[in-house]
């Protein structure tokens, strides 16, 4: 009995301590990982104590689901709002969602100079990439973007669909694919020479606001709070100004 009593004060007593030591978790929508994970190392720079963070990058569409199958991330950075504001609305979360930045689509292609209108360079374009509709916004603006531009593929073009809009800029680099839509973000943090992608009208697809939430399913609840406050005091209208504007091409 006292060995059993024992062990189990031995386990109580290390019970904090494993919580003090466990990461703070974010999940990001993979068009804003790069300026989440500048965002990181900033803060880390200023919160001496701030701890270890683990990012993971994915499709909304799919981080979203693991989220409501219990993933234990305690914040969420979606590329839109309706799914954290379901989250919020199921009683995942903390507190409602807010917007921390404002998204905008291109049309990349790496070996073409963008100097023609969009439905034509699309025309030119033998194998187009764009991200799932049904998982990631920035595909969602794609394919509402053919529809505003009326636009068909041709009998020998090939749309290759990406899982998220990260993945869609790796086939596009890779080769995998002659050119397609991605986020502006992505061109602008990997200094693509700017002749060589279109922005695309505001008034092609619905406008992709980027929603954060605070998770109840994680365990740094304390300071999770504490970097989305120091966030977007410091980042959230820089990354506004940034990515939020550009020229447009119809």
Known sequence: MKIRLFLLAAI????????????????????????????????????????????????????????????????FFAADQPRPARLYDEGFTTGPNQTYTTGRLVFWHPKRAASTALTKQMDQTQRLAMANPALAPYGLAAQQTMAYLNWNPKANTVI??????????????????????????????????????????????????????????????????????????????TQNAAFGAGSIVQ
Not at 40 to 62: E, L, N
Not at 161 to 166: H, I, P, Q, Y
Not at 191 to 208: K, L, N, Q, W, Y
Not at 215 to 224: D, I, K, P, V
């Open 12 to 75: 109580v007593a290390t019970m904090p301590h494993a919580a003090a030591d466990a990461p703070l978790r974010i999940a990001v929508a993979s068009n804003f990982a790069p300026q989440l994970k500048n965002a990181v190392a900033a803060y880390q720079t200023q919160r001496s104590d701030s701890g270890k963070i683990s990012i993971s990058v994915g499709s909304t569409g799919k981080l979203f689901a693991q989220i409501r199958q219990g993933a234990p991330f305690d914040l």
């Open 160 to 237: 290759a669909t990406a899982e998220n809009v990260g993945q869609t800029y790796a086939m596009i680099v890779t080769g995998n694919a002659d050119a397609g839509f991605v986020a502006l973000s992505q061109v602008l943090e990997q200094r693509v020479p700017e002749g060589t992608f279109t922005t695309v009208s505001a008034a092609a697809h619905d406008p992709i606001k980027q929603d954060v939430v605070l998770l109840n399913t994680g365990s740094q609840s304390a300071r999770a709070a504490d970097f989305l406050d120091c966030f977007m005091d410091n980042h959230a209208q």
